[in-house]
């Protein structure tokens, strides 16, 4: 029971911490680099600097909750690292369908920084 405890408390963290750090570039990215107001959201001539810290914060969001994961599960850790990955990709596949973003920038985001960055976790945690 206690191991089952531990697993499911590696999860909520992991997705927490994960949740935080994602945040936490999101809200950085919008200071360092403030959306134009006179340019509408559907507007796809967006310059590359507003889809760094997005980028950064979908891996970096990613890599610490798995890590935060794998550190603290008792079991399975490289499973767990790659479900906190899962959901993150989740949440991302979601965010295709909510904001627009170039094609270039949804294959990139949903190729490398998710289930990579899941495995990568695992990798740093061990």
């Known amino acids: 029971m206690?191991?089952?405890?531990?697993?499911?408390?590696a999860l909520l963290a992991g997705w927490t911490i994960g949740?935080?750090?994602?945040m936490s570039f999101i809200v950085a990215g919008s200071i360092v680099f403030p959306l134009p107001v006179c340019v509408p959201m559907n507007a796809?001539?967006?310059?590359?600097?507003?889809?760094?810290?997005?980028?950064?914060?979908?891996?970096?969001?990613?890599?610490?909750g798995a890590f935060i994961a794998a550190k603290i599960a008792a079991t399975y850790k490289k499973t767990f690292a790659l479900i906190v990955g899962?959901?993150?990709l989740i949440g991302g596949i979601?965010?295709?369908f909510i904001l627009p973003a170039p094609l270039w920038f949804i294959?990139?985001?949903?190729?490398?920084?998710?289930?990579?960055?899941?495995w990568l976790g695992w990798r740093i945690s061990r």
């Open 2 to 9: 206690k191991t089952i405890l531990r697993n499911i408390f």
């Open 44 to 64: 796809m001539n967006w310059d590359l600097n507003f889809f760094i810290f997005p980028f950064l914060a979908h891996a970096l969001g990613t890599l610490a």
């Open 107 to 118: 294959v990139l985001d949903l190729t490398l920084a998710y289930i990579p960055m899941g």
């Open 86 to 88: 899962a959901f993150f």
């Open 19 to 22: 949740a935080i750090v994602n």
């Open 94 to 96: 979601m965010m295709v």
